[in-house]
């Protein structure tokens, strides 16, 4: 069982950066997938980017990619969002999650933490 935490989340302008983590309890952090994902009021949870257990393979949703950056330390049992170049339509609650297998559907990812609002004025 893995059980996350996320935090970094706050209020920038647009242009502005954000470093997210997600600290995780457990000495499996390192076997699992790992994955942000966002929600904005009225919107259903959509995926952001993933990161494989070794940290050698990363994904991103066209939506960010070239902006934000996914990256893990296994031994921390962090991973990290770095977010550059901020956009209004980046505000949402973001989450982690952890699962062995690997989606960009939110419905099949096992572990989530609590969540941690961004918001970016314009």
């Known amino acids: 069982q893995v059980q996350l935490v996320e935090s970094g989340g706050g209020l920038v302008q647009a242009g502005g950066s954000l470093r997210l983590s997600c600290a995780a309890s457990?000495?499996?952090?390192?076997?699992?997938?790992m994955g942000w994902f966002r929600q904005a009021p009225g919107k259903e949870r959509e995926f952001v980017a993933a990161i494989g257990w070794s940290g050698g393979r990363t994904d991103y949703a066209d939506s960010v990619k070239g902006r934000f950056t996914i990256s893990r330390d296994n031994a921390k049992n962090t991973m990290y969002l770095q977010m550059n170049g901020l956009k209004p339509e980046d505000t949402a609650v973001y989450y982690c999650?952890?699962?062995?297998?690997?989606?960009?559907?939110?419905?099949?990812?096992?572990?989530w933490g609590q969540g941690t609002q961004v918001a970016v004025s314009s």
């Open positions: 457990g000495r499996t952090f390192s076997s699992y997938n």
């Open positions: 999650a952890a699962d062995q297998g690997r989606s960009t559907i939110a419905a099949l990812w096992r572990y």
